[in-house]
């Protein structure tokens, strides 16, 4: 744990704005909460992997950064796609130890929690739509079996209905620059 505080006090003072991590130990949000405090950054937010799935949607980042696990899975630490359940129990921990936003990731495999957690907190909720979202709309864009502009404008949409107040996509240069366009903003 020690080493999650000291990355996110290096992440703040080069200018990270919230800093965000991976792991799911139990006790991981408050020791972050108490180091940062500590350290006078009280008013920095701090966004909690509430809900990451054990999920086949990350296979794109993993193979671009050749991290695939050496041995066994991630299995062990990552979230059982079929209980929807463990969402609320580790969102209520992250909240009592003082996470400001919660996040859903993948994001739309599991819009049913994001809206269960919208539900459930008073928190900002995020969605991150991976990179094997991601992919698998650019190939069909690529194939010519989906319009680019109007499949990522619905899927951005789904994840606000859903009760998403915060999207992280490797769209958001391209989506913002369309909405614009659009007049949406």
Not at 79 to 95: F, H, K, M, W
Not at 143 to 158: F, H, M, P, Q
Request: glycine fraction near 6%.
């Amino acid at each position: 744990m020690k080493l999650s505080c000291i990355q996110c006090y290096v992440s703040l003072t080069n200018l990270c704005n919230i800093p965000f991590y991976k792991s799911h130990q139990d006790g991981r949000v408050k020791a972050i909460r108490d180091a940062l405090d500590s350290e006078g950054f009280t008013n920095v937010s701090i966004l909690s992997y509430t809900a990451k799935y054990a999920s086949a949607y990350y296979g794109p980042f993993r193979d671009a950064l050749d991290s695939h696990p050496g041995f066994g899975d991630k299995k062990t630490y990552q979230q059982d796609p079929a209980n929807g359940r463990e969402a609320l129990i580790e969102a209520a921990l992250d909240a009592e130890e003082g996470a400001d936003m919660l996040m859903v990731k993948p994001g739309m495999p599991y819009l049913d929690i994001i809206r269960r957690l919208k539900d459930a907190s008073d928190l900002p909720i995020a969605a991150y739509h991976v990179s094997g979202e991601y992919a698998m709309l650019k190939a069909a864009v690529e194939k010519g079996w989906l319009d680019e502009k109007d499949v990522v404008l619905e899927t951005l949409t789904c994840f606000k209905r859903a009760g998403a107040d915060i999207i992280l996509t490797y769209y958001a240069k391209q989506a913002a620059q369309w909405m614009k366009e659009d007049g949406l903003y």
